[in-house]
């Protein structure tokens, strides 16, 4: 069985939010080694954070550290590992989007 590419669940991601209204922006911070790759901007000036990986991949000793570091002071963090994850997240956004508006 062959590996799904990071790019192309970080691609499918990215298309998926896109489709139900939510913007994704890559984050690449030049002095922050171990951010999350991408930065999912919600509702009400929340954040979430997403890492991903893929099968075979593992989060390195800083990408815990500043998981960890987020979620301490309030963040959500989140890690896909492949685009049935994405469904998943997808779907948990659209439905907190349906609450919001009832």
Do not use: A
Not at 3 to 31: A, M, N, Q, T
Request: hydrophobic residues 40%; contains cysteine; positive net charge.
């Amino acid at each position: 069985m062959r590996r799904v590419l990071e790019s192309k669940v970080e691609r499918y991601l990215v298309s998926s939010l896109f489709k139900i209204g939510i913007d994704c922006v890559k984050f690449v911070p030049d002095c922050l080694p171990g951010m999350p790759d991408r930065m999912v901007i919600l509702p009400d000036r929340q954040v979430m954070w997403v890492e991903l990986k893929t099968d075979g991949g593992k989060l390195s000793e800083i990408q815990k550290y500043r998981h960890t570091w987020l979620k301490k002071i309030g963040h959500d963090v989140r890690v896909v590992w492949s685009k049935d994850q994405v469904d998943n997240l997808v779907n948990e956004l659209k439905n907190d989007q349906i609450e919001q508006v009832k």
